[in-house]
């Protein structure tokens, strides 16, 4: 049987679930929820679906079994919990939520049913990542020792400006970790386990949103080895995305998508990585690793099986965030819980 899947929000990230879901064999787009009249109208005769303005018409849908929550960040939760009660499976869009106690709600509810729920981070699907993470968690760099993680990516002001949500600390939370930095630490929190403290600075420093534009933090992992951030939104013109492990037998740098280097004979680059690749949220927008992550997600409802980031994987990256606004805050080393 096809899986009805239908999507809350009709925004940017919208259109690329409802490409993804057009190009499934096992699934098919059961209607979108849209608040913008102008919106309806594109997206009914684009996708050809039906389009609501009426939620309750649109969760009360029979052949509704699973929705994809592609509204602002601050709202995923609400939405998510809409869906489940009413017996629909949910694919969010990051961040879970931009606070641990939505998430936590958030969770209270999916472990109630037997629904299932998986968060969108399409990067943990490249296959360049996966070589990285084989790798680094092979032992061929002997005991990790540090991690330097850098996000230093540019945001003008129109981008801030064409879409008022952005930025703001009721719908997105934060700004440069929470939004964008957190496909990267997502990766950090995957490939090193979780961090036990934190000590930070977030500022502001150049567009009036409410959320960060510049961050630096140090790490204590529970692995034992350290790690540093450098963040931000606000550095023009943006350089690539990069997590660079050191061992105490060498070093392998992850760089815009791509393994950069290894100080190891053992790596040898399959291809040559393309030089700067700033800034690539094409890249992390690409519709292949949603499609992944999509494909990834249904095999899970029909195979009764957790997808490949769970509702408790996504709370970490949110949990790592919320204790670097803490630590900067403060001005006090923070230790994170593990649940
Ligand atoms: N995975 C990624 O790489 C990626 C990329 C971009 C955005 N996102 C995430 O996707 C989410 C949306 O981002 P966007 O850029 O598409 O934002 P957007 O502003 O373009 O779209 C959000 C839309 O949701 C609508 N909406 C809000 N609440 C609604 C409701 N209850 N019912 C129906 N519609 C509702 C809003 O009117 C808005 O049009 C954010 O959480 C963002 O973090 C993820």
Redesign the pocket.
């Known amino acids: 049987m096809k899986l009805g899947i239908g999507i809350?929000?009709?925004?940017?990230?919208?259109?690329?679930h409802a490409s993804c879901i057009l190009e499934q064999s096992n699934a098919y787009l059961c209607g979108i929820?849209?608040?913008?009249g102008k919106?309806a109208k594109e997206f009914a005769s684009t996708y050809k679906t039906e389009v609501f303005?009426d939620?309750s018409a649109?969760f009360a849908q029979p052949n509704l079994n699973a929705v994809c929550v592609?509204?602002?960040?601050g709202?995923?939760g609400?939405?998510s919990i809409?869906a489940l009660s009413h017996g629909k499976h949910v694919l969010c869009?990051?961040?879970l939520e931009t606070t641990l106690s939505k998430i936590d709600s958030l969770i209270q509810t999916l472990h109630k049913s037997k629904l299932k729920l998986g968060v969108?981070?399409?990067n943990r699907m490249n296959p360049a990542y996966r070589e990285f993470k084989d790798f680094i968690q092979s032992g061929k760099l002997g005991k990790l020792l540090l991690v330097n993680t850098q996000i230093n990516w540019y945001r003008d002001e129109d981008y801030y400006k064409s879409?008022p949500?952005?930025g703001t600390l009721e719908l997105?939370g934060g700004a440069a970790l929470m939004?964008q930095g957190?496909?990267t630490l997502d990766l950090l929190l995957d490939l090193m386990g979780e961090v036990s403290t934190v000590g930070a600075l977030v500022a502001t420093k150049t567009r009036p949103i409410e959320g960060e534009d510049l961050a630096v933090a140090h790490f204590e992992f529970q692995n034992g080895a350290l790690g540093t951030l450098s963040a931000g939104t606000s550095l023009y013109p943006g350089f690539p995305e990069s997590i660079s492990v050191y061992g105490s037998k060498g070093n392998m740098v992850f760089e815009a998508g791509q393994i950069h280097s290894c100080s190891l004979p053992e790596w040898r680059p399959k291809e040559k990585p393309q030089a700067n690749q700033a800034n690539n949220?094409s890249k992390?927008?690409s519709i292949a690793l949603?499609q992944s992550i999509l494909n990834n997600f249904i095999e899970a409802i029909d195979q009764d099986k957790q997808p490949l980031v769970s509702a408790l994987e996504a709370r970490k990256s949110v949990a790592l965030i919320q204790a670097i606004y803490q630590a900067s805050k403060t001005k006090q080393i923070i230790k994170i819980e593990t649940l």
């Open positions: 809350v929000g009709s925004g940017s990230i919208a259109k690329i929820l849209t608040r913008n919106r303005t939620s649109f592609c509204n602002e960040s709202l995923h609400e939405s809409r869009e990051k961040p969108v981070f399409q879409n949500w952005r997105d939004n957190i496909h949220s992390l927008n949603h």
